[in-house]
């Protein structure tokens, strides 16, 4: 059984803000493993159910986005199957990366959330206006979420925090409605 997500206070009216959800990959949307087979081709392993929730999140209207400090073939196959077309890979600093989608959308910085795990998510963190990790993050990651998940990277975190921005917004409803047969 997991433990319950974290929800600082002010979480749902930052989340309820949101027209940009950005994600990290490894530790996000996969458990951080990276295999390589015999001939050095590189295999991840993405929660369906994490897919899902993208797609509902594109379906309420908000922009999905991914800043990844890899390059990977992989990431470019789920990004074109989830419809994502926000996609920098190769990210040495992923402030810049951010800027860069800024720009592109001209969404401004605290109608953004991003999802993170590592260090290197921080400088991202502090600039964007609801700040979401999977349970496993690392712990300096958690306390400066908005949003801690109750379920770690590549197993549901991303579906569950969508979740939770979708209600916050009210878009629940419009997102789910396929489904719910309202």
């Known amino acids: ?20 959800f950005l994600l990290d990959v490894d530790g996000v949307l996969t458990d951080g493993g990276i295999v390589y087979d015999a001939n050095g081709l590189e295999t991840k392993r993405f929660h369906v159910r994490d897919g899902h929730g993208i797609v509902m999140m594109r379906r309420a209207g908000i922009e999905v986005g991914i800043i990844t400090g890899r390059n ?9 199957e989830l419809g994502i077309t ?4 190769g990210a040495l600093d992923k402030a810049v990366a951010l800027d860069r989608m800024l720009l592109d959308t001209g969404i401004p910085a605290d109608a953004v959330s991003y999802v993170g795990d590592d260090i290197v ?50 878009l629940w409803e419009k997102a789910a409605s396929k489904y719910l047969g309202q």
């Open 72 to 80: 990977s073939p992989v990431t470019a196959v789920r990004a074109r």
């Open 121 to 170: 998510d921080l400088p991202v963190f502090r600039r964007v206006g609801f700040r979401a990790a999977p349970a496993d993050a690392e712990s300096y990651v958690c306390e400066a979420a908005d949003y801690v998940a109750s379920k770690g990277g590549g197993q549901g975190a991303v579906r569950e925090i969508v979740e939770f921005v979708l209600n916050a917004a009210g």
């Open 1 to 20: 059984m997991n433990a319950p997500p974290t929800i600082r206070d002010g979480a749902r009216e930052k989340a309820a803000r949101i027209r940009l």
């Open 86 to 89: 926000l996609v920098i890979q």
